[in-house]
């Protein structure tokens, strides 16, 4: 995965079929920066993204993980440029972005009282006719999302009820419903237990092959990005400093450079584990 050369004009369309679900697109992102406060908190960062591949954003607190997210949907203002098949994103009205690109934030806003349901029922909003109103298909779109996250029984229930395990699921779910084909996660196993991480990690790669999604998620988790990433950008200050398999970015040196801790990464098969290792003493 290699950074773009910089251009002015967008690049060609490319994108494949996955299983014969719908075409997943290809990303490329041009010199994006973000300015916050009057502080470049992003700056210059240039990466592309093959159709329907994940890629795992990672680095320290305080990298830009998040605000590269934020910028590549469009809710944040940006320099630079984000094309996704040949189109640039952030020239597209909100309707039409929305059924492109779905973002799930680290911390998402849940409107009082409202039901697991119909919070999931409003990704389908994009989507709705003139008249807007969810027609059947809306619904069964929204059910089956919910079916395979384990919330249907939780649908008539307020999210306010919810613990933060199930909100979080609650929130995944109203992205998969918007049924775009370009999937931001932030953090998305923050919240999680272990077995609901590898859930709903597991699920997200299934709807990636199924339904032909490329996905971007944002991850503190170093193995669980290792495990499900087929490419990992490192971010450090705001900056891209490297990008490449889990295998060539997820080193020894590298994480010890970049994350200033003193880590073991071990071979099991064909598992790359990324364990903290105490027995080093403390890093300089």
Partial sequence: MNPPQQAHTPPARDSVALDGATRAPRLEVRGLGVELGGVDVLSGVSLAVDAGRWLTVLGPNGAGKSTFLRAVAGVVAARGGVWSDGEELHRLARRARARRVALVPQEPTFPPSMTVGSYALLGRTAHLGILGR????????????????????????????????????VAIARALVQDASLLLLDEPTSSLDVGHQLEV?????????????????????????????????????GRLVMAGTPEEVLTERTLSRYYRANVRVVRDGDLLLVVPDRRAGPTS
């Fill in 134 to 169: 969810e027609r059947r298909g809306d619904l069964a779109v929204v059910e089956e999302v919910l079916v395979r996250l384990g919330l249907r029984d939780l649908a008539d229930r307020p999210v306010a009820a919810l613990s933060g395990g199930e909100r979080q699921r």
């Fill in 201 to 237: 990690l597991e699920l997200v790669d299934e709807l990636r092959r199924e339904r032909g999604l490329t996905v971007v998620a944002a991850m503190h988790d170093l193995t669980l990005a290792a495990q499900f990433a087929d490419e990992v950008a490192l971010l450090e200050s």
